[in-house]
């Protein structure tokens, strides 16, 4: 029978899976589950990073000059 979910075959180095086993038996978990929890902690993590770099330029790059007020945007809405 087909998975539900697709899935990922990973190598890890003994001491990378001897701590995700630690993880898992501390929390009662399959080491799928856990890898899966630390892989989706570990990719909001980046995202979070990401989003930080892009609006630390945005800011640099911000100018006053050149924004429109809270109703110059939402009266062009309504157009």
């Known amino acids: 029978m087909p998975a539900k979910n697709p ?3 990973v190598v890890l180095e003994r001491p990378l899976y001897e701590a ?3 993880l898992a038996q501390r929390e009662g978990t399959s080491l799928s ?3 899966r929890d630390l892989l989706r902690d570990a990719l909001e993590t980046y ?5 930080g770099q ?3 330029e ?8 050149h924004t ?3 109703n110059e945007v939402w009266r062009s809405k309504r157009r």
Not at 58 to 65: G, M, V
């Open 20 to 22: 995700l086993k630690r």
């Open 58 to 65: 945005r800011e640099r790059t911000f100018d006053r000059a």
């Open 47 to 51: 995202e979070d990073l990401a989003l």
């Open 68 to 70: 429109l007020s809270h």
């Open 54 to 56: 892009i609006a630390e």
């Open 33 to 35: 589950l856990k890898a």
């Open 7 to 9: 899935r990922v075959a």
